[in-house]
T-cell receptor, first 113, second 110 residues
């Protein structure tokens, strides 16, 4: 199974409420990534885990949290959702250093109201 | 930092006519380039990965890479209405980071 699975496919959240998105992969990839994609914009890397080490992009450092309790699972957490968080959130994984097996999940579409 | 630009922003072709999409990047030292597509409200589907100058074909999709010219293109042979989607160019900029272009909206008319 060479897929990255994301749950849920669609998420509706209220402004100010927390949001938790889930991603899993069974390829034993050591790196997992979270991207944000808005219409007519390029996907933007939010953060990634290499093994158990979390790396967050400087401009989104305070907006998103993540956890990776084991190799297969990674979550993205928004503590207090704002309208600007409405977007498609894409999880990806790869072995080693962004290699040829970079694989994306189907995404979670988040709508904040 | 690596910059990735795609053109055109939008492209309309008739079913069966070749569709050509362009992508330019600013750092020619990258060696990992991919084309993805995204159908409305869905995830990213990888179409072609190319790692060296030249041509790489995957079914009806062919990528051409010319790192000296900082250019990678995607050609879609015999496009169908179901190929209508946003096509994204992606360049690995370092060990972990992938930089995307904003995409080309392709519309294939029946």
């Amino acid at each position: 199974d060479t897929t990255v699975k994301q749950n849920p496919r669609y998420k509706l959240a209220r402004v100010g409420k927390p949001v938790n998105l889930i991603c899993s992969q069974t390829m034993n990839h050591d790196t997992m990534y979270w991207y944000q994609k808005k219409p007519n914009q390029a996907p933007k890397l939010l953060l990634f885990y290499y093994d158990k080490i979390l790396n967050r992009e400087a401009d989104t450092f305070e907006k998103f949290q993540s956890s990776r309790p084991n190799n297969s699972f990674c979550s993205l957490y928004i503590g207090s959702a704002g309208l600007e968080y409405s977007a498609m959130y894409l999880c990806a994984s790869s072995s080693g250093t962004g290699g040829s097996d970079y694989t994306f999940g189907s995404g979670t579409r988040l709508l904040v109201i | 930092q690596q910059k990735v630009q795609q053109s055109p922003e939008s492209l309309t072709v008739s079913e069966g006519a070749m569709a050509s999409l362009n992508c330019t990047f600013s750092d020619g030292t990258s060696n990992n380039f991919r084309w993805y597509r995204q159908h409305s409200a869905k995830g990213l589907e990888v179409l072609v990965s190319i790692f060296s100058d030249g041509e790489k074909e995957e079914g009806r999709f062919t990528a051409h890479l010319n790192r000296a010219n900082l250019h990678v293109s995607l050609h879609i042979r015999e496009p169908q209405p179901s190929d209508s989607a946003v096509y994204l160019c992606a360049v690995n900029t370092n060990a972990y980071k992938v930089i995307f272009g904003k995409g080309t909206h392709l519309h294939v008319l029946p």
